[in-house]
Structures are given as C-alpha cells and as structure tokens.
C-alpha cells in the first residue's frame, strides 16, 4: 500500500514537471471565463428587456389613462346635455372653455356636438342656424338622405374646426359605423382610421374620432330599440393621432420608437409612428390596446439611445480579463515547471496543507463552518468571516462561550430544523436562508447551505457548510417588489396590486357567495391645493388622506391609490344578502365622507376638502376586475354630477 501510495505522488510530481497542469489550468480557466461571460451576458440581457418592456408597459398605460381622460370628458359632455333642457352655443363654449383641455389634456382638436336629423326636419334645422347668425350655414355633403347628422358645436371654434361646421360624418360609412355603435351600446366608441374634416394642405395627418351617445330621455334607455329610438346625437372628439400620440409619448420617445395601429400591424392601418421603423431594434414589445370598444395595436421598438444607456462593459471585460489572467496564470506556472522539479519533495507538502486549508476556510465565498447537529449548534470550526456577520471572534465560538444559535433569530428556528431534517431524511445537501442579529443589534439576512455529515449506521454527526450574507438582495428584492405593486408617495397599493386584488376578491364572492362593494373616491377640487398652495402641500394632503382612509375601514381591507387624486377602498366579506351588503357598504363609506371632510392642517395652512365617493357593489358576477373598477368609476362621477361631497351607489350588475 504504501508502494501505491508513493507511486501516485511521484506520477503527481511528473505531471506538474512536465507543465502539463498549466496546460489544463489554461483551459479550464479559458472555459470557465466563458461560461461566466455568457452568463453575464445572458443577465444584463434579460435585465435589459425587463426594463424596456416594464418601460413599455408604462407607456402603454399612460396611452390608456389619456385616452380614458378623454372618454370621461366626452361623457361629461353627455351629462350636461342630460341635465339641461337645452344646452345654448354659449354654454357649450363656457363648457369646453371651462375644462382647459389645452393644458390638462392636450392632443385633443376639440369637443363637439353633432345633431340627428330625420329629413322633415333638415330645412327648419338649417333656418335656425342661420338665424344666429350663421347665414353660410349648410349641411354637407349635399344629397337627400332620410337621416342626418350636423355638428352644430365644436370647440375651439377656430379656422381649422370652421371647415367642420355643419359637416354630416352619419353620411361617411367609417364615422357611421362608430356612431351606430355608440347608439346601441350607450357607451363611448371609437373609429377606424379616418381623414378628418378639418385636414387641408400638406400636412394632412391619420385620425380618428370617439363618439358618446346623448339621448332625449334624462334617464339612459335600457334596451336597444329604445336607444335606437331616444337617441338625439352625440358629443364626439376629432384627433389629429401624430399631434395627440406626440403629447402622450413625448417623455418616452428617447427610449422607444412608438407605432400605433388600427386593429392589425398593418401599413395601411397605421395611426402615428415616431419615426421609421428600425428593423434593427434589439427589444420590441407589442401590447394590444382596447380603446372605446376598439382594439389598437401598439409596437413599442427600442431607440438606439436606450440600447446605448443600458449597454455594459462588464462581459467583454469579463471575456478579456479572464482570458488574460488565464494566460497570466498559465505563463507563471509554466515558468516555475523547472523549479517545480528541483522542490518536488517540498511542494508536494506545500500544496497538501495549502489546498487542505483552502478547501476548508478560505477558498470559499462566506463563513465556513463545521458544528453540531441540534440547536444552539455548537460550533467545532467556522472561518473568521463570521466576525463580520456577528460581532464574535471565532476563538469565541470554537470555545464555546458563544453558538451560533445565540446570533439566530428564535422564530426562524423552526425553518432551518425543517430543512435539517428534510436533507437529512433524503441524504441531499440543505439551503435555508434566516436572520442574524449581530452584537451590533443589526439584523442581517444569511443564506447556509452544507450538508448533514452522518455515521456508517446513518446516524447524524455533525453538520457542514457555509453561511453567506445575502441582506443587500433581500434589501433589493423588497425594493423591486414595492416600486412594482406601491405608490411611492402614499405607501398605498397602486393600479397593479389593486387589479390583482380586484380580481381575487371577484372569485372569492363567486366562491363563497359573499358580497362585497367598491368605493372610488375622488377628491373634489383637488387642483385649486396645488394651484394655491403648492404642489408639496398638495403631496400632504394626499398622504393626509391616505392616512385618513387606513384608520377608517377594517382590518384586512384593501385601499389603493391609482394616480392623482383618486382612491380606491375594496371591502369583502359584508354579507350574504345584497341589502345587508349594501347597508354595510353605505355604513362605511359614510364614515370616510365624515372622516375626510375634516379640516386638514398644514403648517400654518388649514384647508377643508371634500370627496366623491362612488361606491359598486359586487357580488362574484363581474367577469373582469376592470369593469368593477369602471362601474364605481361612474358611480363616483355620478356623485359629482349630483353636487360632490356625497355618496353615490351602484348594486351588483
């Protein structure tokens, strides 16, 4: 045996002399460098495409927050014809000038309403225009039709939307088809791609037009026949789609190239692009967008701007740097193969306690530890990096004055034995992360993996492994996790975790026929604090009013904030009858009016706010948590149409 053993080291010796073990440290070196450059690599590439499709997906909801903006100015257009006898040329001007569309949502090229006309009724319609003092005034194209349309409103009245006046879009088969289907749906629509009225000249842009339905009754008709019947015209809104599109993605054109196209990603269904397509473009990502009961296809290709900001030098200076030290590392060893001859006896000492100490202690990233099996883990060798974790010395925890238990938090006990005993019984390695609290009272997060040395009879002996300090990821996985799902002003859930809330609370009601109710809340006249006070004592408030809405409702109910100045408070559980539910809704609700028109001090500042509260029953039967959300949306609006500061209910649908 001992012949054996003496044979090995001598062809070890040879080996090394004759620099054959720089030639495989070479390789190696040369593959791992490789293998960690395409890892590398392969990262910052899916980093990069998760940040450029989150990007994405912002633009793409600011497109659909715009477009709803739109869609509520157009209803509330709708509401005014709804609540007036009679709505005059100068009220819907006072009206449109009132909303300040040219500040709050500009793109817009205006506001209108157009009139239906049975044909008995087209010469008296155009005497009237005329005698206000519009004796030009026609509608066109000319021709008999039995029905007509005539936009008689459109704000602002400038050059441009003059060539619309009178215009008949019923006439045009695309805007007919949209208007149709406002009508029979009573909600807004939107058109194909169209050349509006108003595009003359050279720079003649695509556009488009959305359409809400006003009908002769104050109340809605609740069938189609009677819809069809009831309906006197439409509030509608034109749009230039480059002028509009540049407002919306002004402050996202640096990162993306934006194509927007009707229902298909086709040339001739184009609607706006930001420029020409780069076929080149590294990341793309398409998001189907429905808009007014219609589908748009937005294609959002990165800028070379955003490929430049997020390239990295990191992985060639991983492949170059690696390949060099491996050259450098074969060049030394090499040369030494000489020496290696004439010290064979010394090195081969040298490398048994050198490779012995490292593979023990220091050639592995973290604390290396050998201790016993049960708590408090009684330590028999552990590596000085746990100075570092802890605050002890290991000369402290090798003669035992201190354990690792002692620096371990109690209620993570239980998982670190779970795991123990899991590897154990499957004679696997273990992983098990848990929280150390060091001599320093700072609590860190540690990740150990080892294995559980047993005896011939499968007895445990003790156990082995490493313990590295993984708080500065758990630091940024928590941070990951709020700029996705928390609003950074508030601390409030946003839009994202709401929906996801939304959509458990609806199977929840489903499965267990439990009722529930959605309140949104909008603060009225929330503008005037910005525009008096400061946007900073408008930030208060808010926070002020979040605070407010937590104190107010129960435990376990969700309260969310979706932008602005609008909030969200979902309640489960109220009951299993509809009107116990809706009691209980109306109960608490009612306390966050009371609550919130409480005066709110800032400072020297005392200011009183009001909300509108619109509250949506549920009761499972919504099939999606958007058209929850949207039917407290009208609720809400209906408070504020109803005079704010009030509650304004809709039952389960």
């Known amino acids: 045996m001992k012949q054996d053993a003496g044979t090995s080291q001598v ?97 817009i090229q205006g506001t209108g309403f157009t009139l239906m006309l049975p044909a008995a009724r087209l010469e008296a319609h155009v005497a009237e225009v005329r005698a206000e003092g519009f004796p030009d005034y026609r509608v066109h194209p000319a021709g008999y039709r039995d029905q007509y349309s005539s936009i008689v409103y459109l704000e602002p009245f400038d050059a441009r939307n003059q060539r619309a006046f ?97 229902l298909h990603d086709r040339p001739e269904n184009l609607l706006y692009a930001s420029g020409a397509r780069n076929p080149a473009a590294r990341y793309v990502v398409t998001h189907q967008v429905e808009v007014a009961g219609r589908d748009w296809v937005a294609r959002f290709s990165s800028t070379p701007a955003f490929e430049a900001d997020h390239a990295s030098a990191e992985p060639a200076l991983i492949l170059y740097g690696g390949s060099a030290l491996s050259l450098m590392l074969f060049a030394v060893m090499h040369s030494n193969a000489r020496h290696r001859r004439r010290m064979r006896a010394a090195a081969l000492h040298l490398a048994r306690s050198r490779d012995a100490f490292r593979t023990l202690v220091e050639n592995v990233p973290g604390v290396v530890f050998r201790c016993g099996i049960e708590p408090p883990w009684r330590v028999i060798h552990i590596s000085r990096g746990i100075t570092a974790l802890t605050g002890a010395t290991p000369d402290e925890f090798v003669s035992g004055r201190v354990s690792l238990g002692d620096f371990i938090l109690q209620e993570d006990f239980p998982a670190i034995m779970a795991a123990l005993e899991d590897a154990r019984a499957r004679h696997v390695n273990y992983e098990v992360e848990y929280r150390m609290c060091g001599r320093d009272q700072r609590v860190r997060w540690v990740s150990e993996r080892g294995r559980v040395a047993t005896d011939p009879d499968d007895a445990p002996l003790r156990l082995d492994g490493v313990i590295i300090d993984i708080t500065e990821r758990k630091t940024a996985e928590e941070a990951i996790r709020n700029l996705a799902f928390v609003d950074t002003l508030t601390q409030l859930p946003n839009r994202r975790f709401l929906l996801d809330r939304l959509r458990q609370g609806l199977a929840n009601a489903r499965r267990h026929g439990r009722h529930g109710a959605l309140f949104f809340i909008d603060i009225d006249h929330f503008k005037r604090v910005n525009d008096t006070y400061g946007h900073e004592a408008g930030d208060q408030l808010l926070c002020e009013i979040a605070a407010r809405l937590r104190q107010t409702v129960r435990e376990g109910d969700t309260v969310a904030r979706l932008g602005g100045d609008e909030f969200v408070v979902m309640l489960e559980d109220l009951g299993d009858i509809a009107t116990e539910a809706g009691d209980r809704a109306t109960l608490i609700a009612g306390n966050i009016l009371s609550a919130l028109n409480e005066p709110y001090v800032f400072g020297e500042i005392r200011h009183h706010s009001t909300p509108s509260i619109g509250i949506a029953c549920f009761d499972g039967s919504e099939l999606r948590a958007e058209d929850l959300l ?19 209910t809709l039952g389960a649908s």
Do not use: C
Request: charge should be neutral.
């Open 11 to 107: 062809r070890t010796a040879g080996l090394l002399d004759r620099s054959t073990a720089a030639w495989l440290a070479l390789v190696l070196g040369l593959v791992l460098t490789v293998v960690l450059w395409r890892y590398v690599d392969d990262g910052l590439e899916e980093r990069t495409r998760d940040r450029f499709s989150n990007h994405a997906a912002l633009a793409r909801d600011n497109l659909l927050s715009r477009m709803q903006a739109y869609e509520q100015v157009l209803h509330g257009g709708a509401a005014l014809f709804a609540a007036s006898d009679k709505v005059g040329r100068g009220e819907w001007a006072a009206y449109v000038s009132a909303l300040h569309l040219d500040r709050s949502l500009p793109g």
């Open 166 to 262: 009178g215009y008949d879009m019923y006439s045009e088969p695309v805007r007919r088809e949209a208007m149709e289907r406002a009508r029979d749906s009573g909600r807004a629509a939107l058109t194909a791609r169209v050349t509006l009225v108003q595009e003359f000249g050279t720079e003649v842009q695509p556009g488009f037009l959305i359409y809400v339905p006003v009908y002769g009754s104050r109340m809605p008709p609740d069938s189609l026949e009677k819809r069809r019947a009831d309906l006197a015209g439409f509030v509608y809104a034109p749009f230039r789609a480059h002028d509009m599109m540049q407002a919306i993605f002004r402050e996202d054109l640096r990162n993306a190239d934006v194509e927007l196209h009707d």
């Open 630 to 648: 949207r039917r407290a949306d009208e609720a809400m609006y209906r408070a504020k149409a109803g005079g704010r500061n009030r509650l304004e």
